[in-house]
């Protein structure tokens, strides 16, 4: 009997009645075998995935523990918006309604962020399309959205959602933004500082309360991250000049009601100003006392500078790793004497144990290959732990620029107190480029200019790149390829085959053609971590080609040695290069020594070029530059120095206010010809653009060049050097570092070619 009434009773579940089975036994089911099962209600699901959400199969006995079971896991799919069972003469029928699916993600009145922007900041909460759609997820994406408006600081953003239904249950999604007028920072207020004046601790922030370049620098805009940088620059100033118990009470930041503007309060107290009285040195200093000693940098006398002390601990715990201690402790631990406000320093130590590398493992390099990391480590495996080598690696790994991220992170041995190992996690960027240009002018209508350059070829760590130039007055292809470590030890390889078209002269008027054509080897040779020496030798066929307005001096030059040159140089030269960065550097050193001496063929000479730059730091926004540049040439053999390996000077790169190329010896026609001798001096302060802030992609410069270039058969004299002074602006724009000089010669001669606005975009080598 109770199988028939089981047979014509129809049992609906839903979710909050199967919560309910064991409380309620009315509505109890008894247990029963499950003879089949179906599934009703599917449109994208496979049945395969309720199937496997199931605690029960065919066969099985069911019960009301069961079937609440099988409800809440098929409702944590979060695939269906409803669940239902139903039994029907011991065959089980789950009911399901799928939830509709997004089929578009839009934003309309979106203009702070880019569309893709949003969309990813909405896939990272799990809504994107093709995914179930849910009305909670929707309500979060709505605050997810909010919340990266409010990080621009356009605190009155407002989000509205509409779903709009569309066929095979699916839905569009589309949030209306109203974005509003962003918060202005307009009042910033440091209260407690009495050593320093309030503009000057406010002049360290790089939040500010705007100038007439915010629109570019938004320096006005409230973000508690940048707050946060702020705050630690203030701690870090007062750290550094004595202030030994500085400390910031509290940050108040206020919005005003409509929301526009934003008044940030920074409580602080001072405290006293100590002086250093002494240091001494307590623990285990591996008998090498003397030596530790002489990396101390906190001075007694002077007042007390938390780099230095910082700087001095660190300086002891890589000291430690360079013996294989690798996990030495040091602290620097303060006497403070208030009544007299000095400050003695101990400085504590414990080297603990000595330690191996057991194994250096690679991680993140999904396209580069092993080996390519690999061979930059100077931290071998089965060796001592060496600190200062371990640094030295990971920066070699940082400097082959194909990664955006490069750390060393060490991990313990389990039972094996004397080992760790080395993690390099590294993140790839892309390496490879492709450019496609077009220029148009009145004289060289249109010009085409094209280049592939992959820096890590295959994962390979070689650079391959061919460059292609359809100017109607310097045409080029070029193909070059390098290989870092064409031997093991470190020797690289570099290939140059090229075609150039060219009529280096200001006046191109004419149809004649300077054509070179050649093959270059050349070798890298690193002598030390900093240094390489490179040589080489190629082949190198030059033709001048006649024709109308064709300057003298190459009409010479032909007339007693032919049309055509043919020369074999060898090259010889040497680089070291320290500075903090390639595009924007602050500080440190780059020297660099070119030479060429052709050996053979018909052009026989001695080249060379000597470039000296040096980076002075004078205070966090301001830079002292230097660039001296030195160039000789002289011919072999009987033969004049080669009128198409002169030098030229003038312009960008040289000496601005002077047209591009046009100092030095002229030819009867007038023409620019340039010279075997060169001199380049120039001297600039490079500073904040005003209203930019701290912002070193934006920075403008006041400079003083000087310079020449000398025949060869002139003496190098001084007093023919011209000279410019100047302002100039320096932005790494979107496509590219842009420079732009305003000069004014301030020593010049009869005949020199004035140009007082220069700018050139591009990077230059």
């Known amino acids: 009997m109770k199988k028939q009434f089981n047979g014509f009773r129809l049992r609906t579940v839903s979710a909050l009645l199967a919560m309910a089975f064991a409380a309620n036994t009315a509505w109890a089911v008894d247990p029963f075998t499950v003879r089949d099962i179906r599934v009703e209600g599917l449109q994208r699901v496979e049945p395969g995935t309720v199937f496997a959400s199931l605690p029960f199969r065919v066969g099985d006995q069911y019960s009301d523990d069961k079937g609440s079971a099988a409800i809440r896991a098929l409702f944590a799919l979060g695939l269906f918006k409803d669940v239902r069972l139903e039994v029907n003469n011991d065959v089980l029928v789950v009911i399901v309604e799928e939830r509709p699916t997004v089929a578009d993600v839009d934003f309309a009145g979106a203009k702070e962020f880019d569309k893709d922007v949003l969309k990813k900041a909405l896939r990272d909460i799990g809504l994107t399309e093709g995914r179930p759609f849910d009305q909670a997820l929707a309500d979060r994406a709505e605050q997810e959205l909010k919340r990266q408006y409010i990080n621009r600081s356009l ?219 690999r061979r930059e480590f100077r931290q071998f495996e089965s060796s001592w732990y060496d600190a200062e080598r371990i640094k030295l690696s990971r920066d070699r790994v940082d400097r082959l620029g194909f990664f955006k991220e490069v750390n060393v992170e060490t991990s313990d041995v389990p039972g094996s107190p004397d080992q760790i190992d080395l993690n390099i996690n590294v993140a790839e960027k892309p390496t490879g480029s492709l450019q496609l240009g077009a220029g148009f002018s009145s004289a060289e209508r249109l010009a085409l200019s094209f280049s592939i350059k992959q820096e890590n070829a295959f994962g390979s760590g070689n650079y391959l790149g061919i460059e292609v130039n359809t100017s109607k007055y310097n045409r080029t292809i070029v193909f070059n390829t390098v290989d870092p470590y064409f031997t093991p030890d470190g020797i690289s390889r570099t290939i140059d085959v090229y075609h150039r078209r060219s009529k280096p002269y200001e006046d191109q008027g004419g149809n004649y053609e300077l054509v070179t054509s050649g093959l270059g080897l050349r070798f890298g040779v690193p002598f030390s971590e900093v240094d390489t020496v490179y040589f080489g030798t190629g082949i190198e066929r030059i033709t001048i080609k006649p024709g109308t307005n064709i ?213 230059s080598f």
């Open 155 to 373: 605190y009155g953003a407002e989000v509205v959602t509409t779903v709009t239904p569309i066929e095979r249950n699916r839905v569009n999604l589309t949030f209306s933004v109203t974005e509003g007028e962003p918060a202005r920072i307009k009042e910033i207020r440091i209260v407690g500082a009495k050593a320093f004046s309030e503009s000057t601790l406010k002049g360290l922030f790089d939040q500010d309360t705007g100038g007439w370049l915010s629109w570019y620098t938004k320096s006005d805009r409230y973000a508690r991250a940048k707050l946060n940088a702020d705050l630690e620059t203030l701690r870090s100033y007062y750290l550094t000049r004595g202030y030994l118990e500085f400390r910031i009470d509290s940050t108040q930041v206020a919005i005003s009601p409509n929301k526009q503007d934003i008044s940030i309060t920074v409580n602080v107290t001072e405290g006293a100003r100590y002086v250093v009285s002494s240091v001494k040195l307590e623990g285990n200093y591996l008998d090498k006392d003397d030596e530790f000693k002489s990396l101390v940098t906190i001075k007694p006398g002077e007042p007390y500078n938390a780099d230095q002390v910082a700087e001095t601990t660190k300086a002891f715990t890589d000291y430690f790793g360079n013996f294989g201690f690798a996990f030495a402790q040091v602290e620097a631990r303060p006497e403070v004497d208030r009544v007299n406000n000095r400050v003695a320093f101990v400085l504590q130590a414990e080297p603990s144990r000595r330690a191996y590398v057991r194994r250096v493992n690679i991680g993140g390099n999904n396209r580069t290959r092993d080996e390519v990391v």
């Open 551 to 763: 300057p003298a001096a190459y009409l010479a030059y032909a007339n007693e040695f032919g049309y055509t040159s043919h020369s074999i140089p060898l090259t010889l030269g040497w680089s070291r290069d320290d500075r903090d960065s390639t595009l924007v550097p602050n500080s440190g050193r780059y020297q660099r020594l070119a030479s060429e001496w052709g050996v053979g063929g018909d052009a026989r000479y001695l080249r060379a070029n000597y470039q000296y730059q040096q980076y002075i730091p004078l205070n966090k926004q301001f830079t002292f530059a230097f660039n001296g540049e030195a160039g000789w040439g002289k011919g072999q053999g009987g033969r004049p120095f080669p009128v198409f390996k002169n030098f030229y000077s003038g312009g960008l790169g040289s000496v601005r206010g002077f047209e591009q190329g046009t100092l030095g010896p002229r030819d009867v026609t007038g023409s620019s010809i340039g010279g075997p001798k060169k001199v380049t001096l120039n001297a600039e302060i490079i500073a904040p653009f005003p209203g930019a802030g701290n912002d070193r992609t934006l920075r403008m410069f006041g400079f003083f060049d000087a310079g020449n270039v000398f025949g060869e058969t002139e003496k190098l004299d001084f007093g023919q050097l011209r000279a410019s002074v100047g302002i100039g602006l320096s932005w790494i724009s979107p496509i590219g570092p842009l420079r732009l000089a305003v000069a004014n010669p301030v020593r010049k001669f009869a005949g020199d070619r004035i140009q007082k606005l220069q700018f050139q975009i591009g990077t």
